[in-house]
Each structure stands twice: as structure tokens, then as C-alpha cells.
T-cell receptor, first 112, second 113 residues
Framework: GENVEQHPSTLSVQEGDSAVIKCTYSDSASNYFPWYKQELGKGPQLIIDIRSNVGEKKDQRIAVTLNKTAKHFSLHITETQPEDSAVYFCAATATNAGKSTFGDGTTLTVKP | DSGVTQTPKHLITATGQRVTLRCSPRSGDLSVYWYQQSLDQGLQFLIQYYNGEERAKGNILERFSAQQFPDLHSELNLSSLELGDSALYFC????????????FGPGTRLTVL
């Protein structure tokens, strides 16, 4: 089955700096790669996603890149703010199989 | 607010017992997914239902079962509970069969004593 590895497990940055979280996947059938943000006491919330026919996608301060050949994708957050502090999860999905495999999460702390 | 509701919010029970967790998907969503999140761990996919039928299965124990009713709400039944079953259980929904964007509920925290 699919295996998703996410790094780093914890990340601490100063407010205004950039943060990068990386994930690798194993199943070449995976074609949808969402990123979720989970704040304390809440369920995960989709923040950005990318499909396998696209190499990069950007939404304001957040961007995701995908390298299908290398089977890895990354989340980039620029100009970080304290409210970006949360746990971030990547996931790899083979949409025809109905399963999403999540990474173990990255705890991001943005220091004011 | 994702539009997905889960009840109860918290559940405390004893080993060997049986509990039922309930999920109501977003209006119009036909797919429901169940996930388990143990302490300091990621999300483990348990099972997916689409329009009342089981569509995909993950690492769901035989002691666990789920169903989706005609009104599309879903229930996750956990029986013969063990200490290790203590976790957050999330339900998510999506509009279609294929698992693209999923909308997560607030979760049910289960504590087994």
C-alpha cells in the first residue's frame, strides 16, 4: 500500500520567516495531494491541494510543489505569522481507490 | 465550521465496553470517511462509505464496524474496547465517490479506562 513520509516532525521559525515541509510517497497511482492544517482541539482543515497534472500551485502565502518523478511534494509558507502555528499533515490519494494516506504531521511553531 | 458534525464530543468508557460514534456529513455530501488519530500520531484511515455502501477499507480492526444510513449519516461502532483504542476519531465527508477534498468534523475524543 501507499506509504507517506513527512519531514520534519517539528519546525520552529521566527515570525516573517519561511517554512517548508516535505513529503514523499511510494505509490505511483497517487494523483491527489492535499495539505491539512490542524489547530488544537479541532479537526484538520484543507489549506491547499495539488493534482498530479500540475507542478506548482500558489494561494497567497502558501504554495505547494509536486515532483512526480521523485515522488515528493512540499508545502511552502512565506511570511509566517503566529496564527500559522499548528500541526500540518500531507496526504497522498489515489482517487479511484478511495483511500488517503496521511503523513505523521509537522508541528509548526511561529515565534513572535 | 466545516459543516460536518460529530457526536458526542467526548466519551469516557471502560475496557470491554461498546460505544457508537455518530457523524452527519455536509449537506449534499455522499461520501463519509472515518479516521483514528492516536496521541502524537497521524491520521489512520479506517473506512469509507459512499451513498450507503462500503467503498474502501483501511486498517480497521474486526472489533470496529461502521454503517451509513439512508439519510447519509454514519455511525462507527467500537466493541470490546481496549486501552489502546483511546484516540480521537474523526469523520470526514466529500461530495463524490473519489476521495478528493475532504471536510473534517471536530472529532470525538474516546477515553478507555
Amino acid at each position: 500500500g501507499e506509504n507517506v513520509e513527512q519531514h520534519p516532525s517539528t519546525l520552529s521559525v521566527q515570525e516573517g520567516d519561511s517554512a517548508v515541509i516535505k513529503c514523499t510517497y511510494s505509490d505511483s497511482a497517487s494523483n491527489y495531494f492535499p495539505w491539512y492544517k490542524q489547530e488544537l482541539g479541532k479537526g484538520p482543515q484543507l489549506i491547499i491541494d495539488i493534482r498530479s497534472n500540475v507542478g506548482e500551485k500558489k494561494d497567497q502565502r502558501i504554495a505547494v510543489t509536486l515532483n512526480k518523478t521523485a515522488k515528493h511534494f512540499s508545502l511552502h509558507i512565506t511570511e509566517t505569522q503566529p496564527e500559522d502555528s499548528a500541526v500540518y499533515f500531507c496526504a497522498a490519494t489515489a482517487t479511484n481507490a478511495g483511500k488517503s494516506t496521511f503523513g505523521d504531521g509537522t508541528t509548526l511553531t511561529v515565534k513572535p | 465550521d466545516s459543516g460536518v458534525t460529530q457526536t458526542p464530543k467526548h466519551l469516557i468508557t471502560a475496557t470491554g465496553q461498546r460505544v457508537t460514534l455518530r457523524c452527519s456529513p455536509r449537506s449534499g455530501d455522499l461520501s463519509v470517511y472515518w479516521y483514528q488519530q492516536s496521541l502524537d500520531q497521524g491520521l489512520q484511515f479506517l473506512i469509507q462509505y459512499y451513498n450507503g455502501e462500503e467503498r474502501a477499507k483501511g486498517n480497521i480492526l474486526e472489533r470496529f464496524s461502521a454503517q451509513q444510513f439512508p439519510d447519509l449519516h454514519s455511525e462507527l461502532n467500537l466493541s470490546s474496547l481496549e486501552l489502546g483504542d483511546s484516540a480521537l476519531y474523526f469523520c470526514a465527508s466529500s461530495p463524490r465517490l473519489v476521495s478528493d477534498e475532504q471536510f473534517f468534523g471536530p472529532g470525538t475524543r474516546l477515553t478507555v479506562l
